[in-house]
């Protein structure tokens, strides 16, 4: 575990260099597309790979948005000397997960207990969007 912080930081800056990279792509790919053929799409399927393919993009960049938040993070707990606590209760993260993950927050027992919360706020918001869908009205 030594080694930790040169590995964070490699990690973050090969997020951020995809990131530059597809927020490139994305440009130039937007640019030909106002400077090239000016025709409508051959046919609907053109329209919706050029869509999934845009789309794709899009959860790609939140994607990695998103690493190098949880990066930073885990830059600065080991700057302050918490990196590898879980910031939920407090105990030591075990030393295969911070490996597999070394970004990672929270212990195995606390993750699978958010994930769970996570899934029944979930559900429970299905039901409620079904409950307002079955009685006809949103009040």
Known sequence: ????GPRLEQDLKVAVSRLRQLGVAVAVNELSRAIGDHSPF???VDAIQANESREIGFATRELLVERVKRLSGA???LKEGEYGTCVECDERISPARLYAMPEVQTCVRCQDRLERLGRRFEQDERRS???VSDNGSDD
């Not at 575990?1 to 930790?4: A, L, P, V």
């Open 1 to 4: 575990m030594d080694n930790i």
């Open 42 to 44: 051959a046919d609907e």
């Open 75 to 77: 830059l600065n707990r």
């Open 129 to 131: 969007l079904f409950a």
